[in-house]
């Protein structure tokens, strides 16, 4: 088991914010607002730790009151009133402000209508070539005026299915917004998936609208998707207008709606004014066993918990450029977007994260003047083993967060991150580190960043203000200082209203609430330390439980991939019919390296030192790579599902990962083996 922190273990933290910095941030102001006009207890000078588990407590107590003060603290407009805040609280099946109704548009828009800000940039635009292109918040307000009359005139109504097979680009913006503005729902894949994959999802929800370029750049080479588009034509019969964008300048194929003549008149918005819980978007879970789960968020929901995770715990507001690298199938780019809600500039960037090098990332910040940006940690490793110096090699003076998710961002990782940005030997940079954690289920964030606290070394900073995060054993006890399940013991607003196609809510119930019921249990393992930071350790459904001693496998590849021979690893613990235990490590080799009698020696000597002895792998296996979802995540349980002899077509769902010819050896193993 991994050791956490103990409460007699005081380490040193890696930076902690300055004053300055302490007394700037919204969360600091947000807190005396609240203390003086809702109850929240008074900050405690000169102690913002103290303070913020003061507020924190006060906000999964008072959850009513929390919320309450969130809409106001953050101008929610509510076109008519709501009766209460919390209507029922029970999960699944919360009913959170009945009577209101709103516009999450509306809100996103809301900077277009200072005419002080009009002309700045709403959006940058950043494709391979690291230009950035401006879209100002009136042009922005204008095309979103108009694609919302069109929208209306092709009968799309509150309810219908919008959809958009694009890449992280301004048109997909503007869609989703006008889509949210006549009350139509949202739901996007990045274009480099290929057409089952977007049938799997597309076809359970039955768009009325679909929004497709002709390809896309990536690597610096062209990628053409005609043909994808003629199949997702053909497939979708729900579908009355395709809308053609040609990213590749390519002409509208016969039959498709022209993007620029959509987008041409000088149209303000009309926004429909829909319940709070009216459904936004559709997400989707990997879905590499079986469909993916189409995961439906509200309008009031995803703006709430992304005006309380932008505002209070990412410190964005006007003036900043909010950069995450992402793709639109992935929830990171709906967080991103609603980057508008606080008037921040959005930085969309289109293309590979490595293209023409390593370091693309750090230049599209510099380049945009970005103030917070977000990246994985997979990225921030990649950076550490190809010898890049961010801060040396860019002007980053503009960056003030540095921020991970995706996976737990190792201990190496935190340290490369403070290390490159003081290479010079000062320690003027303030450089605040947030490594996030929450899911696609709720399309935020369950803990991570708050900007008044220090930051430790392989730790998340603290659970968000209004999660009521708690490590459960497997009898339901909290337990602090020890690996538990990650549950949430109340509703958050961003929690799915219903997964589409689910009419009983069983699978929904089943996704979530089985294992304790009415609560939610996300399927992480963590640690919740006594000096309230979180630590992630991985996947509880594909934990590594040997004797009895779970460890969580992300505990193993951060001591693994430390060694500079290993470019990827995947660990899997698989329980065998006579009550055996097989744990394999896969490896995928640097180039270069050779997996001989030394190398195999340093592997096992790592995990036994580092870690524990009970978990040195049976085996150590070279792969030619690791399979992982679109989404980037390894796959881990339908890897163990193969090994333990089911067949590939029901052990995972081929169209989610992103090289399934690589799935092929574990099942060939798993018939060696038997």
């Known amino acids: 088991m991994t050791t956490a922190p103990q409460p007699a273990d005081r380490p040193e933290p890696l930076w902690t914010p300055g004053a300055d910095r302490i007394d700037r941030a919204q969360v600091t102001r947000f807190h005396a607002w609240a203390a003086d006009r809702h109850g929240a207890p008074a900050p405690l000078p000169g102690d913002p730790a103290a303070s913020y588990r003061a507020l924190h407590r006060w906000s999964v107590e008072e959850l009513e009151r929390f919320w309450q003060a969130v809409t106001e603290w953050c101008d929610v407009r509510f076109a008519t009133p709501y009766e209460r805040v919390l209507g029922d609280r029970d999960m699944p099946g919360a009913q959170w402000f009945p009577g209101a109704t709103l516009n999450y548009a509306e809100h996103a828009l809301r900077a277009s209508q200072d005419p002080a800000r009009a002309g700045e940039a709403a959006l940058l635009h950043v494709d391979e070539t690291h230009e950035p292109r401006p879209v100002t918040w009136s042009e922005l307000r204008r095309q979103v005026g108009s694609l919302t009359a069109e929208l209306r005139r092709l009968g799309v109504r509150p309810g219908d299915r919008v959809s958009g097979y694009l890449p992280n680009i301004p048109q997909a913006v503007v869609a989703l917004l006008a889509s949210a503005a006549v009350g139509a729902v949202w739901t996007s894949c990045a274009p480099d998936f290929g057409a089952r994959s977007v049938l799997d999802r597309f076809q359970q929800v039955e768009p009325v609208v679909l929004f497709t370029v002709d390809g896309y750049h990536y690597g610096g080479k062209r990628h053409e998707r005609a043909d994808v588009v003629a199949e997702l034509r053909a497939e979708l019969p729900t579908l009355r207008a395709v809308v053609h964008i040609p990213l590749l300048g390519t002409p509208a194929p016969e039959g498709t709606l022209e993007w620029d003549a959509l987008t041409a008149s000088d149209t303000e918005p009309v926004f429909e004014q829909v319940p709070f819980d009216h459904p936004l978007w559709v997400l989707y879970s990997s879905g590499t066993t079986g469909l993916p789960k189409a995961i439906v968020q509200s309008q009031g929901g995803i ?324 399979p992982h979802t679109l989404t980037g995540k390894r796959i881990e349980v339908p890897v163990k599902r193969l090994l333990q002899g089911t067949p590939l077509e029901k052990a995972v769902n081929p169209g989610s990962v992103d090289d399934v010819t690589l799935l092929d050896f574990y099942e060939q193993l798993a018939r060696e083996r038997r």
């Open 303 to 626: 703006l709430l918990e992304h005006l309380k995770q932008l505002a209070l715990h990412c410190d964005l507001g006007p003036g900043d450029r909010f950069f995450w690298y992402t793709s639109t199938g992935w929830m990171m780019w709906n967080f991103l977007v609603s980057g508008l809600l606080v008037g921040s500039t959005v930085v969309l960037y289109d293309g590979s994260p490595g293209h023409p090098d390593t370091a693309a990332q750090w230049r599209i910040a510099e380049r945009t003047g970005a103030t917070l940006f977000g990246t994985s940690a997979a990225y921030v490793m990649a950076c550490r083993k190809a010898g890049v110096h961010p801060a040396r090699d860019f002007d980053l003076s503009t960056v003030r967060c540095v921020a991970t998710t995706g996976s737990p961002l190792p201990p190496d990782g935190f340290r490369w991150i403070h290390d490159a940005f003081h290479e010079d030997g000062e320690d003027g940079r303030d450089m605040w580190i947030a490594s996030v954690s929450g899911g696609t289920d709720v399309c935020s964030c369950f803990a991570g960043a708050v900007p008044t606290l220090p930051v430790y070394i392989g730790e998340l900073q603290a659970p968000c203000l209004g999660t009521d995060l708690q490590a459960w054993d497997a009898h339901g006890k909290p337990v602090t200082d020890e690996v538990g399940e990650l549950v949430v013991t109340n509703p958050m607003p961003s929690m799915p209203v219903r997964f589409w196609n689910d009419p009983d809510g069983s699978r929904y119930r089943e996704s979530y609430f089985e294992m304790f019921p009415g609560v939610w249990r996300h399927g992480d393992w963590i640690t919740l330390t006594s000096r309230g930071t979180v630590v992630i350790h991985g996947r509880s459904d594909s934990t590594l439980n040997r004797q009895g001693v779970r460890m969580g496998s992300a505990d193993i590849y951060e001591a693994v991939e430390r060694l500079p021979e290993i470019r990827e690893s995947l660990v899997i613990g698989v329980e065998q019919p006579d009550g055996g235990y097989w744990m394999p490590l896969f490896v995928h080799l640097a180039p270069g390296a050779t997996l001989d009698d030394a190398l195999l020696d340093r592997i096992k000597h790592t995990i036994r030192e580092q870690l524990s002895p009970r978990h040195v792998p049976d085996e150590v296996i070279e792969v030619r790579g690791i």
